[in-house]
């Protein structure tokens, strides 16, 4: 399990926020946090879920009206796939150029570029070679 299973009903996850159920429902219908459904249609509230709902209660509370706090969410929630998703492109790089033999060694460029260096391949002048070996391991 993780923060995303959904775990909770409608009155326990309620509770865990500090909220009334019907506001609960009310936040559904805006799409400011949607709960995952069972097969029976009821609601059912992940832990993520009662954190958005408490930083809800905090954003009204400091006299955000809900569309503010709405758009503040959802830039949050792509701003957190989007994270996601450079952690995901960053470990495919890193495969790929280690699994590329001999475009492991790199120079920076006049101009401060990025250039791959191939191997038996001489440097022009003012470049700067960035080489780390690879260990016992890797």
Known sequence: MD???????IAVA?????????????????GLVIPQR????SR?????????LREI?????EGLNLEGIRRIL?????VTALTVRVRELEAALADEMLSRQGRRVFAAGAEGEVVSI????????????????LGPGR
């Open 74 to 78: 959802e830039l949050e929630n792509q």
């Open 118 to 133: 191939r191997a038996g391949e001489r440097l022009k002048r003012n470049q700067v070679v960035v080489w780390r070996p």
């Open 57 to 61: 209660a905090r954003l009204s509370a």
């Open 14 to 30: 309620a509770e865990l926020a500090g909220m009334h159920p019907q506001t609960l429902r009310q936040y559904d219908r805006m």
């Open 44 to 52: 059912r509230y992940s832990m993520r879920d009662v954190v958005q």
């Open 3 to 9: 923060e995303s299973t959904p775990l909770f009903a």
């Open 38 to 41: 069972t097969a029976g249609k």
